[in-house]
């Protein structure tokens, strides 16, 4: 598709590796697990969010990571926010969430979609966490201190390179016995390394939904044995198949931190 349609369609992602901005279209509501911190604005109307059983209406929503839910939209589209939790200190993120979800949830909404009026104006590749903080937030979120080791596993799994490593790889790429990695990356990031991975290996997906792509191949160059645990992940994380977010994502324009993640798929 035409570069100059993506960018007047009105949907478009901000991507980084400590962040992500999207404004576009939802899709069918079905349950999905997001490994981030996700804050929802809406851009019409309210939103409708089922979790735990529990479902509530707002303009407005923030989900922990790897938090089961589903959410609908009033609008055919919304704008979605993530944060990777291992790259923000967890009392400062608890804080600003905490903020959220009460008193300054309608400020967030408004500063979301005034966020989103001003990235449609600069469409600009090269941001920074802290510019990307600043838009969304009103504030930089402190960056979180981890091990020096894990903070380079974690790089090497955001990487779409990385995405087929396995543990003994990464703790060889670090000194590491696969044992203690494992041991010190939970402790460290708070969640298992394989779920950690597997969470990395389905975002990496996000660089690429607006290409004319061979799913299949795409599948394989991320590292998934087959179409089958690709389609399963995707679906999990996402809650759509991988056909439904490239079909929805076709006028998307995306506009990133850095150079795009090295790519050798066919197309």
């Known amino acids: 598709m035409n570069e100059g349609r993506r960018r007047d369609s009105g949907r ?5 590796p400590q962040r992500v901005f999207y404004a576009g279209l939802l899709g069918r509501p079905r349950q999905r697990i997001s490994g981030g911190f996700n804050f929802y604005a ?14 509530r209406s707002s303009a407005f929503a923030v989900l922990p990571p790897y938090t089961a839910h589903t959410i609908a939209s009033d609008f055919p589209s919304v704008i979605c926010v993530v944060v990777e939790p291992e790259t923000v200190e967890p009392l400062a993120m608890e804080r600003l969430v905490a903020r959220i979800v009460g008193s300054d ?31 969304m937030f009103g504030e ?26 396995s543990a003994a790889d990464c703790a060889a790429a670090v000194n590491l016995s696969r044992s203690r990695l494992l041991h010190l990356f939970k402790d460290e990031i708070g969640v298992p390394f394989r779920e950690f991975r597997a969470w990395k290996r389905a975002r990496t997906l996000l660089h690429f939904v607006n290409e004319n792509l ?3 191949h795409l599948a394989q160059d991320m590292g998934y044995p087959d179409s089958t645990h690709f389609s399963h ?7 759509l198949q991988p056909r439904a977010i490239f079909s929805g994502s076709r006028d998307l324009a995306i506009y990133r931190s850095r150079a795009a993640p090295g790519l050798a798929v066919s197309h």
């Open 140 to 165: 930089v979120v402190p960056e979180r201190r981890i091990d020096h080791r894990i903070r380079r596993v974690a790089a090497l799994l955001n990487d779409f390179s990385g995405s087929k490593m």
């Open 105 to 135: 949830g309608p400020a967030f909404a408004a500063r979301a979609c005034a966020a989103y009026d001003d990235l449609r104006r600069q469409q600009r590749d090269e941001f920074t966490t802290a510019e990307f903080d600043r838009l």
């Open 12 to 16: 478009l992602m901000l991507i980084s």
């Open 214 to 216: 061979n799913l299949a």
């Open 42 to 55: 809406s851009l019409q109307g309210s939103l409708t969010i089922v979790q735990a059983g529990s479902e």
């Open 233 to 239: 992940s995707i679906r999990r994380f996402y809650g």
